[in-house]
């Protein structure tokens, strides 16, 4: 029983007319954008930004810095664990493509880029917290994150991912605020310098559950680095147009959400701690509530643990406890 649960695969376009499904979480990156007065407009500028930014990498053969336009998928996956067609949303990320307006020819390019779970929610937003309510120290529950993990390697490893992607996944986020990163000698033409973190976190810890190993590298022009995870290797099993997809990608959102470091206006030094206090940095005309992401989380913590968690727990630990 260690492989037998059934992954659902979606896809919709993300563009300046997309609408957040109702299985959509809410808290994620693109869903945050097409919500409000201003949805349209923050869609069609996040856009924008993420198409300059990549014909500003992919500078050769592109003189007027319009050859290529980045093209987003919003993939969601959904999981039936019981084999009786009733299925939970487990995995939602991105999809690059590239459309060359020279050749008019399209590009795959990576999947994953974003990120978001609702188990990962349930993780960090119920059970950690729940784990530690009335302590004096901050533990980590025992086998915190194996379930999430598992589920996450059973979809790469999975006919339907086999099926519809052709790379394993590469998922972009921001540093954090509570590490140093030490910048090393080490250059890629494309991902930029690379950094090295002062010590693990509680995400890298996460994500290497889910089989992922993580390098830190700051592109070009860039404010700060990005933390890249991903399976074998990063620098070679990816052309330099499918990193520059993800760059492009990821960067826009992060300097949408995270402008304090990366739309600060001074430059990552040799050593560099990231600072979500920092007032020197500018703002995107995009609106964006960050204050509401964090509460939502929580409430979404709670949806997976009352509606997967809950209701399959001894089936879930089983399968946890067989999966190879």
């Given at each position: 029983m260690s492989n037998d649960f059934t992954f659902t695969i979606k896809s919709i376009c993300f563009d300046e007319s997309y609408r957040p499904s109702s299985n959509t979480r809410i808290t994620t990156n693109f869903a945050n954008l097409a919500r409000g007065e201003r949805?349209?407009?923050?869609?069609?500028?996040a856009l924008r930004m993420i198409n300059n930014r990549f014909n500003a990498l992919a500078q050769w053969d592109n003189a007027k810095g319009d050859r290529y336009t980045v093209e987003l998928e919003i993939i969601s996956v959904d999981v039936d664990i019981e084999g009786k067609g009733q299925s939970f949303p487990t995995i939602e990320i991105l999809k690059t493509n590239i459309f060359d307006h020279h050749t008019e020819q399209r590009i795959e390019g990576i999947v994953g880029n974003n990120f978001s779970s609702y188990v990962r929610d349930y993780d960090f937003s119920v059970l950690l917290p729940n784990h530690n309510k009335g302590q004096n120290e901050f533990s980590i529950p025992e086998n915190f994150g194996d379930l999430h993990g598992k589920l996450f390697k059973s979809f790469v490893a999975s006919d339907s991912f086999k099926e519809n992607f052709s790379k394993s996944p590469v998922i972009c986020l921001s540093v954090s605020d509570n590490k140093t990163y030490q910048r090393t000698g080490n250059q890629h033409p494309v991902l930029g310098v690379e950094y090295e973190p002062s010590g693990t976190s509680l995400t890298e810890h996460y994500f290497q559950k889910m089989g992922l190993q993580v390098r830190y590298f700051m592109p070009a022009n860039s404010a700060a680095p990005l933390a890249f995870y991903f399976v074998g290797d990063?620098?070679?099993?990816?052309?330099?147009?499918?990193?520059?997809?993800?760059?492009?990608?990821?960067?826009?959102?992060?300097?949408?959400?995270?402008?304090e470091i990366y739309?600060?206006?001074?430059?990552?030094?040799?050593c560099y701690q990231p600072n979500l206090n920092n007032l020197d940095h500018s703002l995107t005309q995009i609106v964006?509530?960050?204050?509401?992401?964090?509460?939502?989380?929580?409430?979404?913590?709670?949806?997976?643990?009352?509606h997967f968690i809950k209701p399959h727990q001894r089936l879930l630990e089983q399968w946890a406890a067989n999966y190879a």
């Amino acid at each position: 029983m260690s492989n037998d649960f059934t992954f659902t695969i979606k896809s919709i376009c993300f563009d300046e007319s997309y609408r957040p499904s109702s299985n959509t979480r809410i808290t994620t990156n693109f869903a945050n954008l097409a919500r409000g007065e201003r949805r349209q407009e923050n869609l069609r500028d996040a856009l924008r930004m993420i198409n300059n930014r990549f014909n500003a990498l992919a500078q050769w053969d592109n003189a007027k810095g319009d050859r290529y336009t980045v093209e987003l998928e919003i993939i969601s996956v959904d999981v039936d664990i019981e084999g009786k067609g009733q299925s939970f949303p487990t995995i939602e990320i991105l999809k690059t493509n590239i459309f060359d307006h020279h050749t008019e020819q399209r590009i795959e390019g990576i999947v994953g880029n974003n990120f978001s779970s609702y188990v990962r929610d349930y993780d960090f937003s119920v059970l950690l917290p729940n784990h530690n309510k009335g302590q004096n120290e901050f533990s980590i529950p025992e086998n915190f994150g194996d379930l999430h993990g598992k589920l996450f390697k059973s979809f790469v490893a999975s006919d339907s991912f086999k099926e519809n992607f052709s790379k394993s996944p590469v998922i972009c986020l921001s540093v954090s605020d509570n590490k140093t990163y030490q910048r090393t000698g080490n250059q890629h033409p494309v991902l930029g310098v690379e950094y090295e973190p002062s010590g693990t976190s509680l995400t890298e810890h996460y994500f290497q559950k889910m089989g992922l190993q993580v390098r830190y590298f700051m592109p070009a022009n860039s404010a700060a680095p990005l933390a890249f995870y991903f399976v074998g290797d990063l620098l070679n099993d990816y052309s330099n147009l499918e990193l520059i997809s993800t760059i492009s990608t990821m960067e826009t959102f992060q300097k949408i959400y995270r402008p304090e470091i990366y739309n600060a206006n001074a430059v990552a030094g040799k050593c560099y701690q990231p600072n979500l206090n920092n007032l020197d940095h500018s703002l995107t005309q995009i609106v964006y509530d960050r204050e509401e992401r964090s509460q939502l989380a929580s409430e979404q913590g709670k949806f997976a643990e009352q509606h997967f968690i809950k209701p399959h727990q001894r089936l879930l630990e089983q399968w946890a406890a067989n999966y190879a």
